[in-house]
């Protein structure tokens, strides 16, 4: 009788070892150095869309010409409009501007391949809320980045474009001339 009950013990153990899952990684687009300088432009983020392919907490990969893959262990710390918002605002840096500013971003393309590269493809627009300042500038941005075959690298890729982004439109703040080149 102690025999079947330690195959049923042996039995139960391996069944669930056998339903474990991976941990679940959470990345972030806001990098862990940041560039510790602080401008004096007010910049108030308005909206940020993404395509619906990409508005997941997991991240999606592209494979091949026409797939792609939801990766269930591998998440973003948050919504990825609230990531990409929070990496603007800590990135965001202008220097001694004293305006205000409504920034719109449209994420036209969010591609992610590991082993090949991180691309953002966005159509941003700035506005001046200075009292009786009605400039606009409409921009479309596109930067890709190279990276490894792991998913941190492929994140840092994401965030190195983010970076670039927010100097475009620091950039863009400063002149007050139009749309910088990428």
Not at 74 to 90: G, I, K, N, P
Not at 134 to 150: D, E, F, H, K, W
């Amino acid at each position: 009788m102690a025999f079947p009950l330690k195959i049923s013990l042996v039995t139960a153990l391996l069944l669930l070892t056998a339903c474990r899952s991976d941990p679940i990684q959470f990345h972030t687009l806001t990098p862990t150095q940041l560039s510790g300088a602080s401008g004096g432009a007010e910049i108030q983020i308005e909206s940020i869309t993404v395509p619906p392919q990409v508005d997941r907490p997991q991240i999606v990969i592209r494979q091949g010409n026409s797939g792609v893959a939801i990766l269930e262990t591998e998440w973003w710390a948050a919504t990825l409009v609230d990531e990409l918002r929070s990496a603007l605002v800590d990135q965001l840096v202008t220097s001694n501007l004293q305006r205000r500013v409504s920034l719109r971003l449209d994420v036209q393309r969010f591609d992610s391949i590991p082993g090949q590269y991180a691309l953002i493809d966005v159509r941003w627009r700035l506005r001046s809320l200075g009292p009786g300042d009605a400039a606009v500038i409409t921009c479309r941005s596109t930067l890709q980045t190279p990276t490894g075959p792991s998913i941190d690298e492929l994140v840092l890729a994401h965030q190195n474009n983010v970076k670039r982004l927010a100097a475009l439109i620091s950039q863009a703040i400063g002149s007050q001339k139009g749309c910088p080149s990428a």
